[in-house]
């Protein structure tokens, strides 16, 4: 089968079309035709950085993308809620042994995936899977629910989209940073009220929002240093989630707030084959409220045919793009 395979790794490594082995479905597994994958930030962290620094990488040549969907082709021994024919969607491989969606077939562990929802095309779907599963983890241990104060930091972000909608489905009063007139339209569509993080201070729009008091959740999907916001923006015993906590940090602000803090690595069961069923659980419940017209993905209004990758990636570390960058075979 084609797959785009990288030979090296580093900033300028290019994806070449290859011929490579078309799999066969093991136990457990499915056998899926891609017909769409979504470019994350970890996927192009892999690109630019290998195994030497980043150790969830795959081996050389490597087939990389994580999130996909498509159209099931065969199934194997003990799947039983899989048949040949069916549109699915999921999180499954581009790192560690598991090979990616950048071919014509990706082998998915059958507790990875789950059914498409019916209202999205297979671009849109393949969009969800990663910064889905993130989203609902996240807001999940963070409890979030009806009546609270909910603030989630980059509200257009391929995550921050996505807690936004999904803390509103839950009942939430959601706020959100961004910056722009396009942004801004954005999340005021998804019902959430838009903070512009460029003007005033995290202290002024605690005031203005919650009248000093602190929001009840901050979902951080940017990280690193403007974590140290989040605990300043959070409420007395309030949960702070963030996806990226690779940093040193003071964490005297959070002690004597009580703050809670989550760190979601989404990747954990597919790199340790730890509670993989988890994922297809909250994969199907995600269709469902996609089906409700409770959740839509946000795309970037750039397109990607299948020998375009390099530029895919390219499109979302340049940090021009809004919502996700999707590959269609």
């Known amino acids: ?108 562990d059958a507790r990875l995936i789950a059914h498409k929802p019916k209202s999205l095309s297979m671009r849109e779907a393949a969009a969800l899977p990663l910064v889905g599963i993130t989203a609902y983890e996240g807001l999940q241990r963070a409890g979030a629910g009806v009546g609270q104060n909910v603030l989630v930091h980059g509200g257009t972000g391929g995550v921050g989209h996505v807690a936004v909608q999904l803390a509103g489905h839950l009942g939430a009063r959601v706020f959100t940073t961004v910056s722009g007139d396009q942004p801004f339209e954005i999340v005021r569509g998804y019902g959430a009220t838009p903070i512009d993080y460029k003007k005033g201070s995290v202290a002024d729009y605690v005031t203005a929002h919650t009248d000093g008091a602190g929001f009840d959740v901050v979902f951080d999907s940017v990280g690193g240093a403007n974590m140290t916001n989040s605990f300043e923006a959070a409420a007395l015993n309030g949960q702070v989630v963030t996806t990226v906590a690779m940093l040193e940090l003071d964490l005297n602000p959070a002690h004597f707030k009580g703050l809670s803090i989550h760190v979601v690595f989404m990747l954990i069961p597919m790199l340790h084959n730890h509670q993989r069923e988890d994922h297809g659980r909250i994969l199907a419940n995600l269709a469902t409220i996609v089906d409700e017209g409770a959740l839509s993905p946000l795309l970037d209004e750039q397109r990607f045919s299948f020998d375009e990758v390099g530029l895919a990636y390219e499109r979302l570390t340049s940090g021009q793009a809004t919502g996700k960058v999707v590959v269609e075979r």
């Open 1 to 108: 089968m084609k797959a785009m395979v990288l030979n090296q790794y580093g900033p300028d490594a290019k994806f070449e079309q290859a011929e490579i082995n078309t799999p066969h479905a093991q136990a457990g597994q499915v056998i899926v035709r891609v017909a769409a994958i979504s470019v994350n930030t970890v996927d192009t962290m892999i690109r630019q950085m290998g195994a030497d620094l980043l150790p969830l990488s795959p081996e050389l040549p490597a087939v990389l993308g994580m999130d996909f969907a498509g159209t099931i082709e065969s199934v194997g021994d003990g799947v039983t809620n899989f048949s040949p024919g069916d549109d699915v969607y999921g999180c499954a491989g581009g790192l560690a042994d598991l090979q990616g969606a950048l071919a014509e077939y990706i082998p998915a």
